[in-house]
T-cell receptor, first 115, second 112 residues
Framework: NAGVTQTPKFQVLKTGQSMTLQCAQD?????MYWYRQDPGMGLRLIYY???????DKGEVPNGYNVSRLNKREFSLRLESAAPSQTSVYFC??????????????FGPGTRLTVL | GEDVEQSLFLSVREGDSSVINCTYT??????LYWYKQEPGAGLQLLTY?????DMKQDQRLTVLLNKKDKHLSLRIADTQTGDSAIYFC????????????FGSGTRLSIRP
């Protein structure tokens, strides 16, 4: 049981390049999330998927697209990377049911630098 | 709007108590959460509180909730060097319980 996995762990891009961050969970969770973490800004929600087949914008969706490929996988795409997208990206998942035990489980993060 | 606010830094002496505060604007949830992030790692759930509770104690951790003022606090008794981390307050959003809103995180540092 690996929990939430993310690839790659590190990435350096040039401005204008594109890339896809991959996330997968093996806990049969319904909901999945993408956050970015910047110093002093905490975690900001980019996109989330409450259940398979649905995606919704979070606080900072501009410049990103997502795909909920299946129940396990939720990818984040940067079509044309900008230096402002330099950040640490976290994927998370949860069952999506009401209740305190329905907490989010986080992946280890992807550290992205855009030059 | 949906917002969760915390102070950015807290420094305490080893063995003292640490108190980390959080305020939130709106929440649809009956639960509020505290997460811990150690250096280079993702977030892990530390504790939570049900919104009809005023206080929850879990070993060295005490969570206090003032629902009227929308104020949440985390007290760590007998703070140890291993408690050095960033602590995040989190609440599901008012518009959608599927959206989890995090505070900016409080970086706790321990002085010898």
């Amino acid at each position: 049981n690996a929990g939430v996995t993310q690839t790659p762990k590190f990435q350096v891009l040039k401005t204008g390049q594109s890339m896809t961050l991959q996330c997968a969970q093996d806990m049969n969770h319904n909901s999945m999330y993408w956050y970015r973490q910047d110093p002093g800004m905490g975690l900001r929600l980019i996109y989330y998927s409450a259940s398979e087949g649905t995606t919704d914008k979070g606080e900072v969706p501009n410049g990103y697209n997502v795909s909920r490929l299946n129940k396990r996988e939720f990818s984040l795409r940067l079509e044309s990377a900008a230096p402002s997208q330099t950040s640490v990206y976290f994927c998370a998942s949860r069952f999506g049911l009401a209740g305190a035990t329905d907490t989010q489980y986080f992946g280890p993060g992807t550290r992205l630098t855009v030059l | 709007g949906e917002d969760v606010e915390q102070s950015l830094f807290l420094s305490v002496r080893e063995g003292d108590s640490s108190v980390i505060n959080c305020t939130y604007t709106d929440s649809s949830s009956t639960y509020l959460y505290w997460y811990k992030q150690e250096p280079g790692a993702g977030l892990q759930l530390l504790t939570y509180i049900f919104s009809n509770m005023d206080m929850k104690q879990d070993q060295r951790l005490t969570v206090l909730l003032n629902k009227k003022d929308k104020h949440l606090s985390l007290r760590i008794a007998d703070t140890q060097t291993g408690d050095s981390a960033i602590y995040f307050c989190a609440a599901p959003g008012y518009s959608s319980a599927s959206k989890i809103i995090f505070g900016s995180g409080t970086r706790l540092s321990i002085r010898p």
